[in-house]
């Protein structure tokens, strides 16, 4: 079994900062794409970025120069360090690994539970 586990949100002023992690914990030879995602209430959960296991990043055009993912193959770990928050980037922030190599199998699409990021003053 393949659990992902968020941490660091929270609720920060806007022109703020915080740091998003996920980690990886399981029986895990590899992980291809990890991203990170979120949903705002009455809306669609949209993909803010992700990371190859070379290190080719994807950003959407709402983060882009605010937003920098990055990861740690050894760690089995993702971050998002987001700086310059604003309140539309309140939501739900999940991370996603899209392909887990187990030793025996693959294991596709693997979420994790969440985390909430509330910008506000």
């Known amino acids: 079994q393949v659990q992902l586990v968020e941490s660091g949100g929270g609720l920060v002023q806007p022109g703020g900062s915080l740091r998003l992690s996920c980690a990886a914990f399981g029986i895990i030879s590899s992980i291809n794409v990890m991203g990170w995602y979120r949903q705002a209430p009455g809306r669609e959960r949209e993909l803010v970025a992700d990371i190859t296991s070379g290190g080719t990043t994807s950003y959407a055009d709402s983060v882009k120069g605010r937003f920098t993912i990055s990861r740690d193959n050894a760690k089995k770990t993702v971050y998002l360090q987001m700086n310059s928050l604003k309140p539309e980037d309140t939501a739900v922030y999940y991370c996603?690994?899209?392909?887990?190599?187990?030793?025996?199998?693959?294991?596709?699409?693997?979420w994790g539970q969440g985390t909430q990021v509330t910008v506000s003053s």
């Open positions: 996603k690994a899209d392909r887990v190599g187990t030793g025996l199998r693959y294991v596709y699409d693997t």
